[in-house]
């Protein structure tokens, strides 16, 4: 195993490619839905990286290749010099300690017949965080972290509501006191004043600790008020990269625009034209000889249905994956 640094990128992530198998039998002949198609991305200490796409593009299926909580079919992700694909079951729930995720749904990955102090004190108990005559009072403080009260240790999932339940979630990822975390639409099912609560308490995670964050939404403007950096995805492939503020300001890429296009205005009257992708949406187990977007860009050319293009510096400190841009 390669020594940790601390020096460098906390997370790259290069040529990643996770293909699921349909059809099963020697009489099936086999497709393959390419949910990451040749991911390449760098996450630096304490960053936010916000990874935005419609649904089916990839982007869930990404953040749990790179835990390794789905295996990848090819490609290298490399966790602070350390090679994640290489290690042995052993040293990769070691390295559990130091990477954490946040699922979409609390409430069907919270046990119903457990208390809360009793979820958190699982993973303190399993990974000798704290002495066991310790792990209640751990638990309450984990939960003053993120804004509860010390007795919800003595609650049931099913008596909190969606953020509460939410927030435990969070919790549940910081008490072993983790160095990155993989955040999956978490405030996707909340309600708008709900999910300005919970950004708020992973921007605090950040600014407080310094924890870097690969934080997965289909909704762009919920990932622009946190991320650093926004990577944009469509089926299984990186669009456009760039720095927050200038993706926000300028989008590069025709779908990038389009997404930003479906945002609702800022204030009544405002002017902004909407763009509405026609054609097919390709099917999920299509081999695309050329660029995946092809078949819905309102700027597609004829080279762009043959010709895959490369995710190229663009000006601006934008990478864009498009011929003609």
Same mark, same amino acid.
């Given at each position: 195993?390669?020594?940790? &640094? &601390?020096?460098?990128?906390? #997370?790259?992530?290069?040529?990643?490619?996770?293909?699921?198998?349909?059809?099963?039998? !020697?009489?099936? =002949?086999?497709? !393959?839905?390419?949910?990451?198609?040749?991911?390449?991305?760098?996450?630096?200490?304490?960053?936010?990286?916000?990874?935005?796409?419609?649904?089916?593009? +990839?982007?869930? &299926?990404?953040?749990?290749?790179?835990?390794?909580?789905?295996?990848?079919?090819?490609?290298?992700?490399?966790?602070?010099?350390?090679?994640?694909?290489?290690?042995?079951?052993?040293?990769?729930?070691?390295?559990?300690?130091?990477?954490?995720?946040?699922?979409?749904?609390?409430?069907?990955?919270?046990?119903?017949?457990?208390?809360? +102090?009793?979820?958190?004190?699982?993973?303190?108990?399993? /990974?000798?965080?704290?002495?066991?005559?310790?792990?209640?009072?751990?638990?309450?403080?984990?939960?003053?972290?993120?804004?509860?009260?010390?007795?919800?240790?003595?609650?049931?999932? /099913?008596?909190?509501?969606?953020?509460?339940?939410?927030?435990?979630?969070?919790?549940?990822?910081?008490? #072993?006191?983790?160095?990155?975390?993989?955040?999956?639409?978490?405030?996707?099912? #909340?309600?708008?004043?709900?999910?300005?609560?919970? #950004?708020?308490?992973?921007?605090?995670?950040?600014?407080?600790?310094?924890?870097?964050?690969?934080?997965? &939404?289909?909704?762009?403007?919920?990932?622009?008020?946190?991320?650093?950096?926004?990577?944009?995805?469509?089926?299984?492939?990186?669009?456009?990269?760039?720095?927050?503020?200038?993706?926000?300001?300028?989008?590069?890429?025709?779908?990038?625009?389009?997404?930003?296009?479906?945002?609702? =205005?800022?204030?009544?009257?405002?002017?902004?034209?909407?763009?509405?992708? =026609?054609?097919?949406?390709?099917?999920?187990?299509?081999?695309?000889?050329?660029?995946?977007?092809?078949?819905?860009?309102?700027?597609?050319?004829?080279?762009?249905?043959?010709?895959?293009?490369?995710?190229?510096? =663009?000006?601006? +400190? /934008?990478?864009?994956?498009?011929?003609?841009?």
């Amino acid at each position: 195993m390669n020594a940790p &640094t &601390t020096d460098g990128p906390l #997370l790259e992530v290069s040529g990643l490619q996770t293909y699921f198998r349909l059809g099963k039998g !020697w009489r099936v =002949k086999p497709e !393959w839905v390419r949910a990451v198609d040749g991911v390449d991305l760098t996450l630096a200490r304490g960053e936010v990286l916000g990874v935005v796409g419609e649904s089916g593009s +990839g982007k869930t &299926t990404l953040g749990r290749s790179v835990l390794r909580l789905v295996q990848p079919t090819a490609g290298s992700v490399t966790f602070d010099g350390i090679d994640l694909l290489s290690l042995p079951k052993p040293a990769m729930r070691a390295m559990r300690r130091r990477m954490q995720i946040v699922f979409q749904d609390p409430y069907s990955t919270l046990s119903p017949r457990m208390q809360i +102090g009793q979820i958190l004190g699982e993973a303190l108990r399993l /990974h000798q965080i704290v002495p066991e005559p310790q792990i209640l009072d751990t638990a309450a403080r984990l939960l003053n972290r993120v804004g509860l009260e010390d007795y919800f240790v003595y609650r049931y999932p /099913h008596e909190m509501s969606g953020g509460q339940r939410q927030r435990i979630m969070i919790a549940r990822a910081l008490s #072993l006191g983790p160095e990155f975390l993989v955040a999956d639409e978490p405030v996707s099912a #909340l309600d708008v004043s709900v999910q300005a609560q919970i #950004l708020n308490v992973l921007r605090s995670l950040k600014e407080r600790l310094g924890i870097a964050m690969l934080f997965i &939404t289909h909704d762009i403007g919920v990932v622009a008020r946190i991320a650093d950096r926004i990577m944009v995805m469509y089926r299984g492939r990186v669009m456009e990269e760039a720095p927050t503020e200038s993706l926000v300001r300028n989008p590069v890429h025709p779908y990038t625009r389009a997404l930003f296009s479906a945002l609702p =205005k800022g204030r009544p009257g405002e002017p902004r034209e909407r763009i509405r992708l =026609k054609g097919e949406l390709p099917s999920a187990t299509a081999e695309l000889p050329g660029c995946p977007f092809a078949s819905r860009c309102p700027q597609a050319q004829q080279e762009c249905s043959v010709k895959v293009p490369k995710l190229e510096e =663009k000006p601006g +400190g /934008h990478r864009a994956a498009c011929l003609f841009v």
